[in-house]
Structure formats: C-alpha cells, structure tokens
C-alpha cells in the first residue's frame, strides 16, 4: 500500500462512474475509499520518519523496524531472509557471508538463537558441548 494514492480525486471518481455505469453494485464512494485508505495506512503502513541533516536540510526516511516487520509477515518473503551468517571459506556471494556478520556485528543486536532439533541455543548462556565440555557461546 502506497502513501500517496497514485490517482487524483478526480481520476477516482472517473473510475468509480465508470464501475456504475458498468453495472457494477455497491461501487463505494471516494470518501469511503479515502477513509479506508487512511485507517489501512495507519493500521499497516510505513511511517516516514522526520530528519534534520548537519547543515539545517529536513529529509524523510521510511521506518526500518516497520519495513523489516512487514517483510517477516509476508510469506512469500519470508522464508528467503537470513538470519545466520554463513562461513563460505572466503567466497563472497551474498551479503550473509561477509565478514561483518560473521566477526563484526554486536552479538547483542544479532540472532540470539539458534534451534538444534528440539533443542535451543542462546548467546551468552551455557552450553555443554558434545564432548561434555562447556562454553558461552558468543555469536552463531
């Protein structure tokens, strides 16, 4: 769903005529649809954060954390995201393989866990090892 609605009002209600005319039943009004448009985009919608540069300029960024949730909740998106960074012995084809995500990033803003059968993992908790060894694991 867009912010700005890609039609004029008056495109709309060209449309919305046309649907009449076409004999289509219950065609909404614009008003409707604005009202919809509106509670949708308050509902599900990117907000756009406010910013003022270094030099006084104002721009405008779309919400990270909105964005990254709405792609975690479409399924069609979702199984294709990364969580884990991947060891791809020096080959660097995608942005999970590359040194920042394996050795870089805050272990505290990463992936806190990591599922082993029924089994579940965390970062900074102990973990006793096959061998019965024990370790805080600090980033997967």
């Given amino acids: 769903h867009l912010p700005r609605s890609l039609f004029s009002d008056t495109q709309l209600q060209v449309i919305l005529w046309a649907l009449s005319i076409s004999g289509v039943d219950n065609v909404p009004s614009t008003r409707l649809l604005k009202d919809i448009d509106s509670s949708l985009q308050s509902q599900y919608g990117i907000p756009s954060v406010r910013y003022e540069g270094a030099l006084g300029h104002i721009y405008y960024v779309n919400h990270l954390p909105s ?38 990033i805050d272990p505290t803003i990463a992936t806190p866990m990591i599922r082993k059968g029924w089994q579940d993992f965390y970062i900074f908790e102990l973990t006793k090892l096959t061998d019965g060894s024990m370790v805080v694991p600090e980033r997967w």
């Fill in 67 to 104: 964005i990254i949730a709405q792609e975690m909740a479409n399924p069609r998106i979702r199984p294709h995201i990364r969580h884990y960074p991947e060891d791809a012995a020096g080959r660097l084809d995608q942005p999970w393989q590359a040194t920042r995500w394996l050795y870089e």
